[in-house]
């Protein structure tokens, strides 16, 4: 584990959670960083990534309007605003470093998950 991720919790549905992921300096400088979930019985998806410069995010469509993904890199941490939350995006949150390859992104760096939890 080289990420640290935290942030996750309980919430209603329609609150607000903020995740964070603190990367190790060499290894935010160099890649990509994301997160992605997995519900319960449910294969692992993408959630959202933000470049190593900052300046091209990207998101699955299901979170499109509701969560934010941002880097500071001042304090080598990403992080993902989540609003509107809707107990459909329950789930282990996980975030991860790498790089977007053909449309697709390859992780190299993972986090331990966090849990979101979001009660209806």
């Known amino acids: 584990v080289q990420l640290q991720a935290s942030g996750g919790g309980l919430v209603q549905a329609g609150g607000s959670l903020r995740l964070s992921c603190v990367a190790p300096g060499h290894i935010f400088s160099s890649f990509d960083i994301g997160w992605t979930r997995q519900a319960p019985g449910k294969e692992r998806e993408f959630v959202a990534a933000?470049?190593?410069?900052?300046?091209?995010?990207y998101y699955t469509d299901s979170v499109k309007g509701r969560f934010t993904i941002s880097r500071d890199n001042a304090k080598n941490t990403v992080y993902l605003q989540m609003n509107s939350l809707k107990p459909e995006d329950t789930a282990v949150y996980y975030c991860?470093?790498?790089?977007?390859?053909?449309?697709?992104?390859?992780?190299?760096?993972w986090g331990q998950g966090t849990q979101v939890t979001v009660s209806s």
């Open positions: 933000i470049s190593r410069s900052g300046g091209i995010r």
């Open positions: 991860a470093a790498g790089s977007k390859t053909s449309g697709n992104y390859f992780w190299d760096y």
